[in-house]
Structures are given as C-alpha cells and as structure tokens.
C-alpha cells in the first residue's frame, strides 16, 4: 500500500452544544462526514456512514472504486430505514467525502474519491490547493448559474442548504472517480464548517506553515475557523502522500473529472479524465473568444489566423488588370439569396436555442420541494424554487399544522426551510417531524 501520513482535528465549533460531525482515518480510508438532523440524530447518521464505510472497505482487501460507491449506497439505504423506524431519527441525513486506496485496473494503485453533499475534499500540489469535489448545494447551483460569484457564496444566507445527502431519499447519487497516487501530494477532506469561516488562501498558508505535520496542520485550521466565527461543528482530516508515482513537472496543470461527466471523448484510452475543478468566474466568460487553459483565469489561446477573402476582389495580373479566371462568376444576386438563407437560418437556429432555454429555466424552476409558513403562519409544501425565479414562483402543493401548534424546535426546523428531492419526502417529514404539541390536561 502507498506509504501515506495522516492527522486530524474536530471541533463542535464557538455556537453548537454537540458535535455532530464524525471521521475516519487510516488504513487506506479517509472519511468525513457532517451529519443533519434534530435530537442528535445527525450525529447519529454521520457515525452511521462512517462505519459503514469502515466495514465495507477493509485494510486487507483488494478495494476498488465500485466498492466505495456500493458502501456509501449502502450506508445511505441504512439511514434512510432508520429515519423512517426512529421517529426521533425522522429526516436524518449526513454528507460524505471520502478517499480510499484501491486496485484500479490502469494504473494499479490509485486513490478513489467520492462525494456527497457539501463537505469537501482537496489536494494540494506543488503549494498549489485545488477543490477536488463539487459542493452539492443550493448557492452552488447559484455559481454555476452564474447567479452570484464563489466570493459571494461563501457569505450568501442559504449557503449550508445541501441538495444532496445520505439518508434522505432510498437512492442518492454519489460523485466518484479515481486519480494516480503523486509523491509529495497532500489532501484536505473537511465539513464545511472549515470553508465557510476561512478562505482557500488561508486554509493554503496554514497548511504550508504546517507542511512537515498533518496533525498540526489539521489543528490550525479548525483554530483558524474557530477564530472566525465557529458557527458550525469543524472537522479537518489531511493525507500527505510520503511514496508514490512521481509528480509531474511544476508547471503542468492537474485536473480530474468526476465518472458521471458525460464528455466521454475528454477521456483518453486510460479512463483518466480531466476536469476544471474551479471553474473560471462567469463573468469572464464570453468577454472574448477564448479556451480555458487549467488556471485560474480565461486566458484567450491564439491560433492560426485564417486569410480574410474578398469574394468580389479577383487576384490582380502583373500588369494591374483583373486576371482571368476560367470560372463563370457566381451571380451576385445568387450570393445575396444564399446570405440572405444564412441569416434565416441562423435566426431560427437562435429562436431554437431560446426556446429551449426557456424550457430548461422553467423546468429547473419548478424542480424540488420545500417547507415553509405562508403568510398566515400555515405550514405549506411548495413545488419549485425558494426563490422565485423571473415569473416562476413555488406553487402549494400541500397544508400542514399551524404555527401556534408548534413548538420552538420545530418552528426553527420549518424557518429553515428544509428542501426536499421528491413531494412524498416532503409530506413525510411534516407528518413525522411537525407534529403539533399536544394541549395540557386541565
């Protein structure tokens, strides 16, 4: 196995009484995971997911990148019927970020990663610290829309409502794939109590100033995310990578694809992938014709220039005269018909796009469920999004007790609210969650 140092730190944080996220390190496995839910049941879902990890990828087997999907499907499924057995377990939930060594059939050894929700994982290369996962959240789809910056999202009010977790739904989709073992690698997995309190140049210099001990490293970043605000539990592990393949020349750029990225032809015969792990800001997007190159910025490629031609210019003769040309000229009349079919073309090539466009927004507007208070403090489950984009707004599906029927646990659980894949999710956890408190005897 790949000769690896490892070192860890957990904190409940400056503003919660428990600690509700869990972790696991050594033995080629290393897992992080923040649990949700009241009654401690998060802290009971995050420790379920981690020893169902522990036990399914075993220091002594032959793992593959299959068997840690298989065991965060499975772990999952468990919270998921425990949620529905436990009614103080009832909407449960964690996510996960996980990377185990495992027998991969290209390269032998290699590291296999895997995510989901919004806790993180990371690796740092040549001092260089580069997001592996992509946070499965509500301000990310926000990024990725182009709706707000990553700066913005770090700070936005909605930042810690997950669109993906284990335990919520009987099936989740994990993001996975495998990446070569480099020498001198070191690799970050946190909750996100971490990246919302401090930022990746800061979680950068604390781990350079720590470069020779993980433990320490790991300790001086939940401190540094303490020190900010410790709204939330904390949890740091670090892998640094002591022997393995050797690592490529400094200024080569280093990028992995998820396996669910759907561009197969990025793929080489390998089955190893490239992905821009951060994406360039969008608003640099379109402001030039440009490729991304890997770094931080879209930096325009040049290119081979191609001739600009006159159609109605014919090369000169030496005496200054047209030259012949044994072609009959193309009419002009018939170039401006074949311009003019261009441009209809083009224009419902544009219509086209739009539509579609339109139908993608509406689609995506009317996406997922959450639960709220109306104006007259009903508990309703709306379809769509919290935010009502253009003139889509959420529509009410179902009713649930009143606010004055509830207590203050619950009330704070329904002012968060809580989003929802499916109605049926929805309806259950306002069935088993918001149950109104019962009238005292007389």
Same mark, same amino acid.
């Given at each position: 196995?790949?000769?690896?140092?490892?070192?860890?730190?957990?904190?409940?944080?400056?503003?919660?009484?428990?600690?509700?996220?869990?972790?696991?390190?050594?033995?080629?496995?290393?897992?992080?995971?923040?649990?949700?839910?009241?009654?401690?049941?998060?802290?009971?879902?995050?420790?379920?997911?981690?020893?169902?990890?522990?036990?399914?990828? /075993?220091?002594?087997?032959?793992?593959?990148?299959?068997? +840690?999907?298989?065991?965060?499907?499975?772990?999952?499924?468990?919270?998921?019927?425990?949620?529905?057995?436990?009614?103080?377990?009832?909407?449960?939930?964690?996510?996960? %970020?996980?990377?185990?060594?495992?027998?991969?059939?290209?390269?032998?050894?290699?590291? @296999?990663?895997?995510?989901? *929700?919004?806790?993180?994982?990371?690796?740092?290369?040549?001092?260089?610290?580069?997001?592996?996962?992509?946070?499965?959240?509500?301000?990310?789809?926000?990024?990725?829309?182009?709706?707000?910056?990553?700066?913005?999202?770090?700070?936005?009010?909605?930042?810690?409502?997950?669109?993906?977790?284990?335990?919520?739904?009987?099936?989740?989709?994990?993001?996975?794939?495998?990446?070569?073992?480099?020498?001198?690698?070191?690799?970050?997995?946190?909750?996100? *109590?971490?990246?919302?309190?401090?930022?990746?140049?800061?979680?950068?210099?604390?781990?350079?100033?720590?470069?020779?001990?993980?433990?320490?490293?790991?300790?001086?970043?939940?401190?540094?995310?303490?020190?900010? *605000?410790?709204?939330?539990?904390?949890?740091?592990?670090?892998?640094?990578?002591?022997?393995?393949?050797?690592?490529?020349?400094?200024?080569?750029?280093?990028?992995?694809?998820?396996?669910?990225?759907?561009?197969?032809?990025?793929?080489?015969?390998?089955?190893?992938?490239?992905?821009?792990?951060?994406?360039?800001?969008?608003?640099?997007?379109?402001?030039?014709?440009?490729?991304?190159?890997?770094?931080?910025?879209? %930096?325009?490629?040049?290119?081979? @220039?191609?001739?600009?031609?006159?159609?109605?210019?014919?090369?000169?003769?030496?005496?200054? %005269?047209?030259?012949?040309?044994?072609?009959?000229?193309?009419?002009?009349?018939?170039?401006?018909?074949?311009?003019?079919?261009?441009?209809?073309?083009?224009?419902?090539?544009?219509?086209?796009?739009?539509?579609?466009?339109?139908?993608? +927004?509406?689609?995506?507007?009317?996406?997922?469920?959450?639960?709220?208070?109306?104006?007259?403090?009903?508990?309703?489950?709306?379809?769509?999004?919290?935010?009502?984009?253009?003139?889509?707004?959420?529509?009410?599906?179902?009713?649930?007790?009143?606010?004055?029927?509830?207590?203050?646990?619950?009330?704070?659980?329904?002012?968060?609210?809580?989003?929802?894949?499916?109605?049926?999710?929805?309806?259950?956890?306002?069935?088993?969650?918001?149950?109104?408190? /019962?009238? /005292?005897?007389?």
């Amino acid at each position: 196995m790949a000769e690896l140092r490892w070192g860890s730190a957990s904190h409940e944080g400056q503003l919660r009484s428990q600690n509700e996220d869990h972790a696991h390190t050594g033995d080629g496995l290393f897992v992080v995971a923040d649990g949700m839910g009241g009654h401690l049941a998060g802290e009971v879902a995050s420790e379920m997911a981690v020893d169902m990890l522990d036990e399914r990828l /075993p220091a002594d087997g032959e793992n593959s990148l299959d068997d +840690l999907v298989a065991a965060i499907n499975d772990a999952n499924v468990k919270i998921y019927q425990g949620s529905i057995d436990d009614p103080d377990q009832a909407g449960m939930g964690t996510t996960v %970020t996980a990377i185990a060594v495992v027998d991969d059939p290209h390269d032998g050894e290699a590291f @296999a990663v895997a995510n989901v *929700g919004d806790s993180r994982s990371y690796v740092m290369r040549h001092n260089r610290l580069r997001q592996l996962t992509i946070d499965h959240s509500f301000v990310q789809e926000l990024v990725h829309e182009g709706a707000i910056s990553r700066a913005e999202a770090r700070t936005h009010p909605r930042r810690n409502i997950v669109t993906r977790a284990l335990g919520i739904e009987p099936y989740v989709r994990v993001d996975s794939w495998t990446m070569p073992i480099i020498r001198g690698d070191r690799f970050v997995l946190c909750s996100d *109590g971490l990246v919302d309190e401090i930022t990746d140049e800061a979680i950068t210099e604390i781990l350079l100033a720590h470069a020779d001990d993980p433990d320490a490293a790991a300790q001086a970043l939940v401190d540094a995310a303490n020190e900010a *605000g410790g709204r939330d539990n904390i949890t740091v592990v670090i892998v640094d990578v002591l022997e393995g393949d050797d690592p490529p020349d400094p200024t080569a750029e280093f990028d992995v694809v998820p396996l669910w990225n759907d561009d197969q032809d990025d793929q080489d015969e390998t089955g190893e992938s490239e992905i821009v792990a951060d994406p360039p800001d969008t608003e640099l997007v379109g402001a030039a014709p440009a490729l991304y190159d890997g770094g931080d910025d879209v %930096t325009p490629v040049p290119g081979a @220039a191609l001739p600009i031609v006159d159609p109605d210019t014919q090369p000169a003769a030496a005496d200054g %005269t047209p030259a012949a040309d044994d072609a009959t000229p193309e009419p002009k009349p018939r170039r401006k018909r074949l311009a003019g079919f261009a441009r209809f073309i083009l224009a419902l090539g544009v219509a086209a796009v739009l539509i579609l466009g339109f139908a993608i +927004l509406a689609a995506w507007a009317r996406t997922g469920y959450f639960v709220a208070f109306d104006d007259d403090d009903q508990v309703v489950i709306y379809q769509g999004r919290q935010d009502s984009v253009l003139w889509f707004d959420p529509t009410v599906e179902a009713f649930g007790p009143h606010r004055d029927e509830l207590d203050a646990t619950t009330i704070e659980l329904v002012e968060a609210q809580p989003t929802f894949e499916s109605q049926a999710s929805a309806e259950r956890f306002v069935s088993e969650r918001l149950k109104p408190t /019962p009238e /005292p005897d007389e």
